[in-house]
């Protein structure tokens, strides 16, 4: 059980995309370290870039707030070409995402910032798989 759940995590590729640096590279480090595949973007247009350039992705982790691009904006414009993306909106600003969107769709959820490594996790889980991956083999 272990084994599949690691090979599953291993093939996920994940995009996550933050305009903040430390918060950026500790997401990809735990997502990184939990097995996945990942990619990161500092801003909504190189999200598109990395999607437009021919990368897939089973999972977009995005913030909210950002500069010239917020993360909804961001999500609407890759729902335009694709719209089986899932995504978790990471953010300190739960009541701007809600003013964007009334609602979430079904492969849709948010996690507050700061969160913790097992959050984060849990969330990721929750989304590409339906259930909670058992954690990696150390």
Same mark, same amino acid.
């Given at each position: +059980?272990?084994?599949?759940a690691? $090979?599953?995590? *291993?093939?996920?590729?994940?995009? %996550?995309? /933050?305009?903040?640096?430390? &918060?950026?590279? !500790?997401? $990809?480090? &735990?997502?990184? *370290?939990?097995g996945?595949?990942?990619?990161? $973007?500092? @801003?909504g =247009?190189?999200?598109?870039? =990395?999607?437009?350039?021919g990368a897939?992705? /089973?999972?977009?982790?995005?913030? &909210?707030? +950002?500069?010239?691009?917020?993360g909804?904006? #961001?999500?609407?414009?890759l729902?335009r070409?694709?719209?089986?993306i899932? &995504?978790? !909106?990471?953010?300190? !600003? %739960?009541?701007?995402? #809600?003013?964007?969107? *009334?609602?979430?769709?079904? /492969? *849709?959820? #948010?996690? /507050?910032?700061?969160?913790?490594? @097992?959050?984060?996790?849990?969330?990721?889980s929750?989304?590409?798989?339906g259930?909670?991956?058992?954690? =990696?083999?150390?």
């Open positions: +059980m272990r084994q599949q690691s $090979a599953r995590r *291993e093939s996920s590729r994940l995009l %996550v995309v /933050d305009d903040d640096d430390g &918060v950026r590279r !500790y997401v $990809a480090r &735990v997502l990184s *370290e939990a996945y595949q990942v990619e990161t $973007a500092a @801003n =247009a190189e999200g598109l870039k =990395a999607v437009h350039g897939t992705f /089973d999972l977009i982790v995005s913030d &909210v707030r +950002m500069p010239q691009m917020t909804p904006e #961001f999500i609407a414009e729902r070409q694709e719209t089986d899932k &995504v978790l !909106y990471l953010t300190g !600003y %739960v009541d701007q995402l #809600f003013m964007e969107r *009334e609602t979430l769709w079904q /492969d *849709e959820a #948010f996690l /507050d910032k700061p969160c913790s490594p @097992n959050s984060l996790l849990e969330s990721v929750l989304l590409l798989f259930h909670l991956a058992p954690p =990696a083999a150390s």
